[in-house]
């Protein structure tokens, strides 16, 4: 993994962990230096990634300062760390309900930009929180940037799994949120009725390169689930 993203997680484990509170000024560039022994360069490339996402904004003259107004609870849903960043603090859990090998669905051949024989991991589970149903999550992997699954890793963090063992670095994600209503087997799964409300996110993970590997489809049960975006500039209409 890149320094500078070495960087970027451990300020972030340090803000998220600390008493650090919204506005709170951080160490300097030359601090910052000697703490992770990097050259400024690659400090100031980690703080531009750390504004990226939200973390800290910077103001001209007067320093970098910590962006923390996070509600508990809330997902957010442009968060590139995984579902556990954004519930950090909270128990959650995952069950496995499905994983197999597939070939690609019109649908995937067409968000993962592939052709109808590639190999591809399904995978489906419920993830709980605080013991409570609270989403039911469909995945699809590319088989040959994810090689290998099993029941441990979509379990435990199939994020982390990819970051830490696999080295993969996602470049971007492209998120699709709409309201829809619950079919019967997805409404059985989160104790709910046919035809519920619920939350319906798609995304698309990249590679750097542009390539996409990962289409996911999440469904949320409406009465355990709440949503944040933090914008990134203002435009006045």
């Known amino acids: 993994?890149?320094?500078?993203?070495?960087?970027?997680?451990?300020?972030?484990?340090?803000?998220?962990?600390?008493?650090?509170?919204?506005?709170?000024?951080l160490p300097s560039i030359e601090t910052l230096m000697k703490q992770f022994d990097a050259g400024k360069n690659t400090i100031l490339k980690a703080l531009a990634e750390l504004e990226k996402q939200a973390y800290i904004y910077q103001v001209h003259g007067s320093g970098n300062f910590v962006r923390k107004h996070k509600r508990k609870g809330y997902i957010n849903?442009?968060?590139?760390?995984?579902?556990?960043?954004?519930?950090?603090?909270?128990?959650?859990?995952?069950?496995?309900?499905?994983?197999?090998?597939?070939?690609?669905?019109?649908?995937?051949?067409?968000?993962?930009?592939?052709?109808?024989?590639?190999?591809?991991?399904?995978?489906?589970?419920?993830?709980?929180?605080?013991?409570?149903?609270?989403?039911?999550?469909?995945s699809y992997y590319l088989k040959s940037?994810?090689?290998?699954?099993?029941?441990?890793?979509?379990?435990?963090?199939?994020?982390?799994?990819?970051?830490?063992?696999?080295?993969?670095?996602?470049?971007?994600?492209?998120h699709f949120l709409r309201v829809s209503q619950l079919n019967k087997e997805n409404a059985d799964?989160?104790?709910?009725?046919?035809?519920?409300p619920t939350v319906l996110l798609e995304s698309i993970f990249f590679l750097k390169n542009g390539q996409p590997f990962d289409y996911s489809k999440v469904i949320y049960h409406h009465e355990e689930s709440q949503f944040f975006v933090q914008g990134h500039s203002y435009i006045g209409l």
């Open 77 to 138: 849903i442009t968060e590139v760390n995984g579902l556990r960043s954004s519930l950090r603090g909270f128990e959650l859990d995952s069950k496995m309900l499905d994983l197999k090998v597939i070939k690609p669905t019109p649908e995937v051949m067409a968000n993962l930009n592939v052709d109808e024989d590639e190999d591809i991991y399904y995978v489906k589970r419920l993830r709980l929180i605080e013991g409570r149903k609270f989403s039911v999550e469909e």
């Open 1 to 25: 993994m890149a320094k500078y993203k070495e960087i970027v997680r451990k300020m972030i484990q340090n803000i998220e962990s600390s008493e650090m509170n919204q506005g709170d000024k």
């Open 145 to 174: 940037v994810v090689p290998y699954l099993n029941k441990d890793i979509v379990e435990a963090s199939i994020f982390a799994y990819l970051i830490d063992d696999l080295k993969i670095e996602p470049g971007f994600t492209d």
């Open 189 to 196: 799964l989160l104790n709910l009725e046919p035809g519920d």
